[in-house]
Each structure stands twice: as C-alpha cells, then as structure tokens.
C-alpha cells in the first residue's frame, strides 16, 4: 500500500485565496512586553497605519498606491504608538500595525484611507501587504472590543506585542479570538446548491456559511448550518480550504458536503433565494456571462475558489 497521507499538491489550495499572502515571521515564542519600543527603535521598521476600518494609502507619483510607512513618517497622523501592534518580521525589518487619529476627511491628498475590503476586492496592494493588512486589522479590532477585563471589568494592558491583554487588578490575561466560520458548498457531479443573502451585491449567489458552535467539529457545523438554511442533509463533509477574514476576525473553514436529499427548504429568514445551479451555468456565473446577470463572489473570497474549484473537477 503507498502512503498517501501527503499525497497533495505542494500549494495548498488556501495559498490561493485572499489575505493568505503573508509572509510577515511571527516570532511567536519572541514577543516580549517591550518588543513594540524595540521595534521603533529601529529605522528598518515600517507601519500600517488603520483607522475606522481603512487603511491609509500614500499615492505614488506614478499613481501606485504604497501601503508602508515610516515611524517618523507616521507622525502628522496622530498614530497612537503604545496601541501598536508587532506583526513580526519581514525581510526588511519589523512590521507593525498601529492605529491613525487623522480622520479619513482630513488626510492630505497624497495619502488615502480605503476600506479593507476595497483594498483587497480590488488589488490595491501586493499579496504579502493583503495578508499583512488582514493580520493588523484582527488584531487592532479585538483589542477595541476587549479593553475590560471580563473577569473583574477593570481596563486591562496590552502586552507582548500586542498579542495579551493583562489585567492589573485581578492578574487575569486575555489572548486575541479568531471566530471560525464554516462555509460549504453542497455538490453532487451535476450540480451544487448556492443561495443568496439581502446584502449581497446584486445578481450574486454563494456557498452557504454559519459560525461554528462551542463543541461543535467543522464537520457537524457544516451539516447543521446546511440543513438549517436549506433544509438538505449531508453525508460526507470533506475539507478544502481555509482564509483568514479580517470582518472583524474569522477564519472561514471552507468545505464541501453530499447531499442526502434534493427537496430545498429554504430559510428565508436567512437567505433572500437557494436553489441548485447546474455546472454550465455556474461556469458562466464565474465567467460573467450568464444571460441573467447571475455571478459568483469575486475571485479572492474562499467561496469564489469552492465553486472553482467543483466546475473544474469534472
């Protein structure tokens, strides 16, 4: 018998999805209470500068946009240093990410604050800069919604690095949350079941996605979140792939599942329509030339590469 445990192809498919060009060294067992001063004090260091959800952008004269700033460069934005956060390293020094005061109105005109999913929906800065960029805004959006120490409700400390919250009163430590969400695409050889949520952009249909429970496998999720949206069973639930999400931080746990049964009961509650699409006209989804204007989520999002990927397998 072969051994087929890494019989897999040497670029995992969640290489390809967006935010998973990082190439930042972690340093994980490193990060000490003074790595953030350390790091400033060395002229390599460069700064993502976010506020608001945005990500401050120097426009080039060639019209590029740069997404790296000096410390001393940072200054006229009102950054807030002892709120940095030490990405880690790259080959050019430590990166870190650290929040603006200047409100997006009042920047200058070389510099311009984008939201993180137009930055990435539209190819604003290089994979490495995305997978940065994903990486600061989970971590600057849980240490907002974590200042108080949920133990005794004292206003805690950030510490290594940014990467613990400590408590001065009771001496509890809080470590920063990824919230892992399933997002599954139910598919037999002919066809595959998307639906669509009120807020999508118009005309698009997507995998279906619910966050994982407490005590629940990714497995369980998948099948209990399908079933609970559009009423179809599952039986076999195979992994594929996954994609950090900074919205504020997730993981999506993309996967695919047989279905059991056809009949769809929709949760209209939920979604706005579900139905089973056929192989030819998902091709053309992805293609953007269905006769009905009927696409597919864009090429970065993990759903995007699930559909992909199951037109491909034929």
């Not at 950054?79 to 940095?84: D, E, K, Y």
Request: net charge negative; hydrophobic share 40%; glycine share 8%.
């Amino acid at each position: 018998m072969s051994f087929r445990l890494f019989d897999a192809p040497l670029r995992e498919p969640s290489q390809f999805v967006g935010f998973a060009g990082n190439t930042i060294d972690r340093q994980s067992e490193n990060r000490a209470d003074d790595s953030v001063d350390k790091a400033l004090a060395d002229p390599a260091t460069r700064l993502l500068l976010m506020h608001g959800g945005r990500l401050y952008l120097k426009l080039g004269d060639d019209g590029a946009l740069d997404p790296w700033f000096g410390a001393t460069e940072s200054e006229p934005f009102k950054v807030s240093l002892a709120q940095g956060i030490l990405l880690g390293f790259s080959e050019r020094g430590p990166v870190l990410a650290v929040p603006a005061g200047v409100e997006p109105e009042r920047l200058p005109e070389t510099v311009k604050a984008i939201d993180y999913r137009s930055v990435y929906m539209q190819g604003l800065i290089d994979e490495a800069a995305a997978g940065a960029m994903a990486q600061g805004a989970a971590l600057l959006a849980w240490h907002a919604s974590h200042r108080f120490c949920s133990k005794c409700g004292t206003e805690s400390q950030m510490r290594a690095g940014g990467y613990k919250r400590h408590c001065p009163n009771c001496g509890t430590e809080h470590f920063p949350r990824t919230d892992p969400v399933a997002i599954m695409l139910t598919a037999t050889r002919e066809k595959c079941l998307l639906g669509r949520g009120r807020h999508f952009a118009p005309g698009m249909y997507s995998a279906l996605a619910g966050f994982i429970e407490p005590g629940e496998t990714i497995e369980a999720a998948v099948r209990r979140e399908t079933l609970e949206e559009a009423g179809i069973r599952l039986g076999r639930v195979v992994y594929h792939a996954s994609q950090p999400w900074p919205f504020p931080y997730s993981l999506m746990i993309g996967c695919f599942g047989e279905p059991l049964n056809d009949d769809i009961q929709a949760d209209l509650n939920e979604l706005e329509d579900c139905r089973w699409f056929f192989r030819d006209e998902v091709r053309l989804m992805l293609e953007r030339t269905h006769k009905d204007n009927l696409v597919t989520p864009p090429k970065g999002a993990i759903a995007h590469h699930l559909i992909r990927a199951w037109v491909d397998s034929e």
